[in-house]
């Protein structure tokens, strides 16, 4: 979802508005989890989880991490501190 930005600069592109309705439902669906989970500000938590989420997958696209999956979860449960 994230390369629709660059393929379809044209925010109002169906490709765009698809992939924006997807992020924003990742977005809803970790601001119920970290609701929960007693965070202090759930939506800000929430868009924090969905950024490291999004700079996961390009990370492992471009690096091989052996500790991606734990550099994750660390930087969760820090944002969840």
Known sequence: ?????????????CGRVVGRGNKEELRARFATIVTKLG???PNRTASQMAMIINGAYVTS????????????VDAAMKSLA
Do not use: Q
């Not at 500790?67 to 994750?72: A, K, N, V």
């Open 61 to 72: 696209m471009l690096a091989e991490r052996a500790d991606l999956r734990s550099d994750i």
């Open 1 to 13: 979802m994230s390369n629709l930005a660059t393929e379809f600069p044209d925010k109002k592109h």
């Open 39 to 41: 965070a202090r500000d």
